[in-house]
């Protein structure tokens, strides 16, 4: 009765849209609101700004979850998150912070900067990376919803099976991990596929690939592996799916399935992920690095070079994971090996970013702080990345703080230190205000110092035997005043963390617009205007070489030289149709989960309706004249 | 730039004669990219688990060598077939390059009846998804590119319509030319199917 009820109120929700509404008055009261535009927007800048604002989001999210399980492990025998909810906690903070904090930033800043890096007036494929967003919007509202209906995943981030099957976690927790992933992870294949073929086909005149700014270069070569490394998560969810939902059997070993299987191909996704969410931020530091030392990038090619070598390994190396699990000491010597091997390419940049700085006009405003920062602490990661690449050694480490420690160091130190400083870097160009410098410095400090209170005794945790994901530990063995050393870290980068948030807000506040170029910067980004048009260039620029803009700036020229005569500009239109199709596979996804098969066919049928309605759709954008354009007609 | 107007005449390639249209052309490439190794993942699936039988009938047992081939040389010709409707495109023959986008349709759907009739066939003999690891990585890596070949018939049926209705212009030939890469697609990978699943099935 439930069900047929949700069908009927489902058949008319299909149907209104279908009709053009019961009500006509109201939707084009509707299309007039702001809601409306950011919600059909296909501008690669608006999409990039709710990227960014969803993955602060997320990160406060992820943080909290983090704070509780530190609050948990403050004293010994701790009784304030217990059991289930401290698996609850350890696996949302790792996939919110992975999946829905680290992927939708950098997301963020590869759609608001990279069109204007490479002198394009939008993406490829701007419907897809409006699709692609809500995707992502609506698979981490699904994942999250566990939390009010039946209970969050707590299988870990990792999800390993046996214990992600029916038998052990019973309950929706897990199906809410598949499913939310799983419509997440095709948004993040769509936006792949569109900011390689944006990097490779819409490059303004003489933008060769070889004088393209870092940061691009890294989006590159990150959505080569976002279109080679998502596949193998889509396909153990699905098998998983599988086997909760449908009585398969990949999994249960009784009937013949592996477990190791399903390692393999969590990790084989799961390891260039790290590279997914790395990459990018090696971009951001050589950009705020050559910036701010006022100096060409040491060694261009060579970075180069090395982001592909490492975009290159991260696929070889994945069973670095598995050393326990028993493959034998040949796999484990060659994936070891190749482990170590990534030592090189990234030990090139570590030093070409050291040469940039050197004998370089130096400034430190806060986005440099956070890059000379990220130096040390990523190598320090780096360094604890090759232990746990020795087998032998590995055998101690597995499952212990040391661990936790490694990747929070790498993770931390290395994607949102980045993230932090592109977005201080940035901010002028995604919003149009400055942020303030005083409390961006607190925000550093705080964070940094908390930073490395809360993860570098976390080794020593570890070294002295504590295991990872476990709510609680003995007294008098030794612990107690490393965990709470940590925890005091944490609550330092919590209260960092608030001090941006009343920064961003101060700044949104603020009526004081920023200056097109606040930081003398050197690739074509600055060259724009600040707000940036939505046509972004009036004439696209012609580039002469790397460090576009700063080289005209060194020619004495205050602005590009123009490509192409002033002219209209051909935009696409915003469309409804992406939000639609992600609140079908929401719905369809949420049906799965509460074991509704209606409910889950009828989310697939409507998907699949609104896929017709994008391909009759005929809509071929619009043309625009710039405001240079009008400004001249009114002249004459 | 985007909009220049295209000559329309026989010779011109009409699917990459716009920027949009190189743009799509070059993302579905990559797309076929992800997809390979989406299949790449379900033959290593398919490969780890085929022997765990679990008292079931094995490869060996079911597949039947003639069924296959005539599946296999189905969709291998609607493959042909769907050149001869993209060299019919490229002449602006419309006539000509619908009739051999329903031939491909047609031999799309009559492979699909005869696996239909194949999988009700296996599931009489005991060879369910539910009933072994084997059963399962079958249908997934089966079903999955089944489920991919019932795309393809609509999405191609869907294309015809609008080819029929708005002609062979710069917006219909990159949606037609995409969808005859993605049909290729799926034969290739029918290809490796009827290797790595019936041939070496067949021989244990």
């Known amino acids: 009765m439930g069900t047929l009820l949700i069908m009927i109120v489902f058949g008319l929700f299909f149907a209104a849209i279908f009709t053009g509404g019961y009500n006509n008055t109201l939707i084009q009261r509707a299309r007039k609101t702001t809601a409306w535009d950011w919600l059909t927007s296909v501008d690669h800048k608006k999409i990039g700004v709710m990227y960014f604002m969803a993955g602060i989001f997320y990160f406060v999210v992820g943080g909290l979850e983090a704070l509780f399980m530190r609050y948990q492990l403050l004293v010994p025998g701790n009784d304030a998150f217990v059991g289930r909810t401290f698996n609850e906690l350890l696996t949302m903070h790792g996939t919110t912070m992975i999946f829905f904090a680290a992927m939708p930033l950098i997301f963020g800043l590869i759609n608001v900067v990279m069109p204007l890096q490479i002198g394009a007036r939008d993406v490829a494929f701007p419907f897809l990376n409006s699709l692609g967003f809500w995707l992502f919007f609506f698979g981490a509202l699904l994942t999250n919803m566990g939390w009010i209906f039946g209970g969050a995943p707590d299988a870990g981030w990792t999800s390993y099976v046996q214990l992600a099957l029916n038998e052990y976690s019973p309950g929706p927790g897990v199906d809410y991990y598949v499913l939310g992933l799983q419509i997440a992870g095709a948004g993040t294949t769509m936006s792949g596929i569109n900011f390689l073929v944006t990097i490779l086909n819409m490059r303004t005149k003489g933008m060769s690939l070889l004088r393209m700014p870092m940061f691009t270069w890294t989006s590159l070569i990150t959505s080569v592996l976002i279109i080679f490394a998502m596949p193998p998560l889509t396909i153990a969810l699905l098998l998983l799916m599988m086997d909760r939902l449908f009585g398969a059997n990949f999994f249960d070993h009784v009937m013949g399935g592996s477990a190791v299987l399903w390692e393999h191909l969590f990790w084989i996704f799961g390891h260039p992920e790290v590279y997914i969410v790395v990459l990018p931020a090696f971009g951001i530091m050589s950009d705020i690095f050559s910036t701010f030392s006022k100096k060409k990038l040491f060694g261009y090619n060579s970075m180069v070079f090395a982001t592909s070598l490492i975009g290159f390994l991260g696929f070889m190396v994945w069973v670095h994971h598995m050393f326990t699990v028993g493959l034998g000491p040949v796999s484990n010597s060659i994936f070891a090996i190749a482990t170590m091997l990534i030592a090189i390419p990234t030990g090139i940049k570590v030093f070409n970013w050291l040469f940039t700085m050197w004998g370089g006009e130096l400034t430190f405003p806060v986005a440099m702080k956070w890059a000379i920062g990220f130096i040390p602490t990523f190598v320090i990661g780096g360094m604890t990345g090759i232990m746990l690449a020795a087998p032998p050694a590995d055998f101690q480490y597995q499952d212990s703080y040391f661990v936790v420690a490694h990747f929070h160091y790498v993770l931390i130190g290395g994607t949102v230190f980045a993230l932090l400083a592109g977005a201080y870097y940035w901010w002028p160009k995604m919003f149009g205000k400055m942020l303030s410098e005083r409390l961006g410095n607190w925000h550093f400090w705080l964070f940094f110092i908390g930073f490395h209170l809360t993860f570098f005794p976390q080794h020593f945790l570890g070294l002295f035997g504590m295991p990872r994901r476990v709510f609680t530990y003995e007294p008098n063995v030794g612990l107690e005043y490393i965990n709470q050393v940590s925890t005091f870290g944490a609550i330092l980068m919590g209260i960092g963390t608030i001090i941006f948030a009343w920064n961003m807000i101060q700044s949104f506040r603020s009526k004081k617009i920023a200056a097109a170029d606040p930081w003398d910067g050197r690739s074509l980004e600055w060259a724009t205007q600040t707000p940036v048009p939505f046509y972004n260039f009036a004439q696209l620029p012609e580039v002469r070489g790397v460090d576009a803009f700063w080289l005209e700036k060194q020619a004495g020229n205050k602005e590009m030289t123009p490509a192409e005569p002033l002219g209209k500009i051909h935009m696409p239109s915003g469309s409804h149709i992406p939000f639609l199709m992600s609140i079908a596979l929401f719905v369809g996804g949420w049906g799965l989960i509460a074991r509704s098969w209606q409910i889950g066919v009828m989310g697939l049928l409507a998907f699949g309706v609104t896929m017709f309605m994008r391909s009759f759709d005929r809509d071929h954008g619009f043309y625009v004249k710039p405001k240079e354009l009008l400004d001249k007609e009114a002249k004459s | ?204």
């Not at chain 2, 002609?167 to 005859?180: D, R």
């Open chain 2, 1 to 204: 730039m985007a909009h220049d107007s295209v000559e329309i005449k026989p010779g011109v390639h009409l699917e990459t004669a716009t920027f949009e249209g190189k743009n799509k052309v070059m993302g579905f490439w990559m797309f076929l990219g992800a997809e390979t190794v989406l299949f790449a993942c379900l033959f290593g699936t398919y490969l780890a688990l085929r022997n765990q039988t679990v008292n079931g009938p094995s490869g060996a047992d079911l597949f039947d060598p003639v069924l296959v081939a005539v599946a296999t040389a189905i969709l291998l010709f609607s493959s042909l077939t769907s050149v001869f409707a993209m060299m019919a495109m490229n002449k602006l023959d419309k006539k000509g390059m619908l009739f051999w986008l329903g031939v491909t349709v047609l031999l799309g759907l009559s492979f699909l009846v005869l696996e239909i009739y194949e999988f009700i066939h296996y599931i009489h003999e005991g060879h369910t998804f539910m009933s072994s690891a084997f059963g399962s990585s079958f249908y997934a890596l089966v079903g999955t590119h089944g489920a991919h070949v019932t795309f393809g018939i609509i999405w191609i049926s869907t294309i015809m319509y609008q080819a029929w209705k708005w002609g062979i212009n710069t917006e219909t030939a990159p949606k037609l030319f995409v969808s005859s890469l993605y049909w290729h697609f799926i034969d290739v990978v029918w290809v490796f199917i009827f290797t790595l699943v019936y041939l070496l099935g067949m021989v244990g």
